[in-house]
């Protein structure tokens, strides 16, 4: 019977068709054409105001065995791993463009909210689940835990268009960059087989794998740039490449060392953020295409696993428990965590309303399904429609309701895009300097920059022609200047750029900082 059996398989991969490089062709065609389409739909999604995540869903669900490609696909380990590779790709962009003064005034109002708020969302939506739904403590522990993660991607695509006071931006940023770690270990320990732990054994657990990844990840994000400060790599496009394997590390670090992972990206990568590297322009550039490649593809794929005729018995099921989450646990853990801290009521308000629920939670919907959960399927179908539906609800409603609280702060200059070049023999930097539509710099004239005493500029190019300055060249947009700038100096030159293109020429007295430059003299 066993050489039957092996005979027939013999024939069967007989009649398997090879794997060709025309079959490799035709993959690389509707990979380009699937890109291309979630690309342009970007588009779509900044005019009508919808977070990206439900167009790339929705070309996903498309794609599916309920819709036009009729692609089968059902394996949830495997968009686990995915999943979980694009979003340390995502919380590397993130945390890359994290600026620390903005987050530094809020950072410990954001640290209660990432964790108690997280602790008051999951009990109070996973008592709705159960009682409202009629879920066993388990799935409903799951469901509340899973939900009660934000996504800084979907809050900010929505509200990039309305200038927010600093203090909410970051809040938010720092938030749903912090949040992440204790949701995945709550997840994780409530889709262990066997009885739940105890809360106080899982609070520990928490505070031990945070105190490991944050350890971790500070380290490596010091270390690495410190590295590439000091070490000038032959082509400016390893930068890119260093910085985004730098991240990387600090998760595999962090993981294997049985802390968060995802704490340590998020905080590796806002200290490479912060580190005024060398071509930083082209890094963040690199990286913000990759964090959307990395969206574009987690999106679809999730997507295609969803099985749009089985979710007609869930949406009422989710309707309810995010009605839970949005009107009641997410008001009630900002309300208790940042009254403390003297947010006025406007600003809570928006918190409450702003927590917006992305890829993470139906990522994070996986974790039971590979563990074998009991009703696994279930609560993966109803995060699902629970992110959709709300996202729907909520995105478009975000910038409506800022400017009804007020809450629109006003425009602010448009940073400058300084690339540093190490000339390292040399002992000194080449400063590449864009001014964009919005900067102050426009109208300044060289000798009002004030740079400090080791630092000029060199050259200007102007719609395509190059010249050098004089000291009463006046400076316009679109302009790019090339400052030299000594090694001593270099910080202080790009500071006082910074300043003067945000304040104008007055930024030394305005208050704008950066004015370590020379006394203007007359």
């Not at 320990?189 to 899982?202: D, I, K, M, N, Q």
């Not at 646990?329 to 308000?349: D, G, H, K, M």
Request: net charge neutral; with cysteine.
């Amino acid at each position: 019977m066993d050489g039957c059996a092996d005979a027939s398989r013999a024939c069967a991969r007989e009649r398997e068709p090879p794997l060709t490089v025309h079959h490799l062709n035709q993959l690389l065609l509707v990979c380009s054409i699937v890109l291309l389409v979630a690309v342009a739909a970007v588009r779509i999604s900044s005019r009508s105001g919808l977070p990206s995540l439900l167009v790339y869903l929705g070309i996903g669900v498309l794609m599916g065995q309920d819709g036009i490609g009729d692609i089968r696909f059902d394996n949830a380990e495997l968009t686990q791993v995915i999943g979980y590779a694009a979003l340390v790709v995502i919380l590397a962009e993130g945390g890359l463009g994290t600026k620390w003064t903005q987050i530094r005034p809020v950072l410990p109002a954001a640290s209660v909210l990432a964790l108690a708020g997280v602790a008051v969302s999951v009990g109070v939506t996973a008592a709705g689940a159960h009682y409202l739904v009629g879920l066993d403590w388990r799935q409903a522990l799951i469901i509340g835990a899973v939900v009660s993660s934000t996504d800084a991607a979907a809050v900010f695509s929505v509200l990039r268009r309305i200038p927010l006071p600093a203090r909410v931006t970051g809040m938010l940023e720092a938030e749903s960059g912090f949040n992440d770690a204790p949701v995945v270990i709550l997840v994780v320990a409530f889709s262990r087989t066997g009885p739940v732990e105890h809360w106080y054994v899982l609070i520990g657990e928490i505070a031990l794998e945070l105190v490991i990844g944050a350890a971790i990840g500070l380290a490596v994000g010091w270390a690495g740039a410190w590295g590439l400060r000091h070490v000038a790599l032959p082509a400016s496009g390893l930068y890119p490449i260093a910085v985004l394997a730098i991240a990387v590390a600090a998760y595999a670090g962090g993981a294997l060392a049985h802390g968060s992972g995802f704490l340590g990206v998020y905080l590796a990568s806002m200290v490479l953020g912060n580190a005024k590297l060398p071509h930083w322009p082209a890094t963040r550039g690199f990286a913000d295409g990759l964090g959307w490649i990395a969206q574009i593809g987690m999106f679809v794929l999730l997507g295609l696993l969803v099985t749009p005729h089985e979710l007609g018995d869930d949406v009422v099921p989710a309707l309810l428990i995010g009605l839970v989450l949005t009107m009641v646990a997410r008001p009630l853990s900002v309300v208790l965590c940042l009254t403390p801290f003297r947010l006025p009521w406007q600003e809570q308000a928006l918190m409450s309303w702003a927590g917006l629920r992305g890829a993470v939670p139906i990522i994070l919907a996986t974790i039971p399904m590979v563990s074998g959960i009991e009703g696994s399927r279930r609560v993966f179908n109803i995060v699902f429609v629970l992110v959709v539906v709300y996202t729907l609800v909520q995105g478009p409603t975000l910038p409506w309701l800022a400017r009804t609280l007020r809450l629109g702060g006003e425009s602010e200059a448009t940073d400058l895009g300084i690339e540093s070049a190490p000339l390292e023999r040399l002992r000194g930097h080449l400063l590449s300097v864009v001014i964009p539509e919005g900067s102050r710099m426009h109208g300044v004239e060289i000798n009002e920059l004030r740079l400090p005493a080791g630092a000029a500029v060199t050259l200007v190019v102007r719609e395509g022609t190059s010249f050098v300055p004089m000291p009463t060249t006046v400076l316009r947009r679109g302009d790019e200047l090339l400052v030299v700038a000594t090694d001593p100096v270099r910080d202080a030159a790009e500071a006082r750029l910074r300043a003067v293109g945000r304040g104008g020429k007055l930024a030394g007295w305005l208050g704008t900082g950066g004015g370590g430059g020379r006394t203007p003299h007359g």
